[in-house]
């Protein structure tokens, strides 16, 4: 309602295209409360799922979307509360999850895993795609990078304002980070947990089809007490999921395994495979997805040796 009225009022002045209607249409915030104090924040075509986890000292933002989408998470914030975003956390360094960083105010905290900066710095293209994502950082001079890194685990603030972070080693890209707020028992997992659904391992920023299994049991034997988790794409899972999806992945790398021992090329493992029964509450697989997985890993047993 309050987007029509605005609108009527802009026409009638004549200072509103079509065009600007529809970005703004495109850029629509939907808001699930999960806590008192936390949010999740979707958007049609915005990308990654962004929490919004409000401390009593200011706000602490988990992922930023597409281009374009971090003012209007911005604007979002605001309605929520009248704190200062304080810290900005990326899961990821992919276009869709960290693009609106650019639009925090220079003072906010952007912390991410180290190999993720790395990443970020260089926005390269990802595995399967020749062109590069959208660089958001090379118009900003930099601004929206990572001001702050760390290897395995690092905690912000303390009590019922703590956030933990942790990372277990390669999946999705090569810096996954894995936000938990203890407090409320949820964790933000980015992509390496994008849904129930075939992952996709860029390998071209680090990601890994062999450490993957490993990296997502990791996360789920050694942090404890969460009973939610904000997916990267998806709606919320709970603890048991993560550990069936670590199984799925782990039962995917045995596949393409048992496929190179018989002599099967990457097209003939990939022909092969269908979603196995005890997955078929997942999202249909897509074949293209499937494959390049297929030789993600594929090429990362060759190289090893295996």
Do not use: C
Request: no cysteine; aromatic share 6%.
């Amino acid at each position: 309602m309050k987007r029509s009225i605005v609108l009527a009022l802009l026409i009638g002045i004549g200072t509103v295209s079509l065009a600007v209607v529809a970005a703004q249409d495109a850029m629509e915030i939907q808001v699930e409360q999960l806590q008192d104090n936390l949010y999740v924040l979707r958007g049609q075509g915005g990308g990654g799922n962004t929490a919004v986890f409000i401390r009593s000292d200011g706000v602490v933002v988990v992922d930023t979307k597409n281009p374009g989408w971090g003012d209007p998470i911005l604007a979002q914030i605001r309605e929520l509360t009248d704190k200062p975003v304080t810290t900005l956390i990326n899961t990821h360094s992919h276009h869709d999850h960290v693009s609106g960083n650019v639009a925090f105010a220079e003072t906010v905290q952007v912390v991410t895993h180290e190999n993720t900066k790395a990443n970020m710095e260089v926005m390269r293209p990802y595995t399967g795609r020749t062109e590069p994502p959208a660089n958001v950082f090379r118009a900003s001079n930099g601004h929206g990078l990572p001001t702050t890194t760390f290897s395995d685990r690092m905690s912000l603030g303390s009590g019922d304002d703590q956030v933990d972070l942790y990372y277990f080693g390669r999946g999705h890209t090569g810096g996954d980070a894995w936000i938990a707020f203890p407090a409320l028992r949820t964790l933000h997992a980015g992509d390496v947990f994008l849904g129930q659904r075939v992952p996709f391992l860029d390998a071209a920023n680090g990601g890994s089809g062999v450490a993957i299994p490993d990296t997502l049991q990791g996360a789920h034997d050694n942090i404890e007490g969460i009973d939610t988790i904000i997916t990267g794409h998806s709606s919320q899972m709970t603890w048991a999921d993560l550990n069936e999806w670590a199984a799925f992945n782990r039962d995917f790398l045995q596949v393409v395994r048992d496929g190179r021992a018989a002599g099967r090329s990457v097209d003939e493992i990939a022909g092969a495979w269908a979603l196995p029964a005890a997955y078929a509450h997942y999202d249909a697989p897509n074949a293209a997805g499937v494959r390049r997985n297929i030789q993600v890993i594929v090429d990362e047993l060759e190289a090893s040796g295996e």
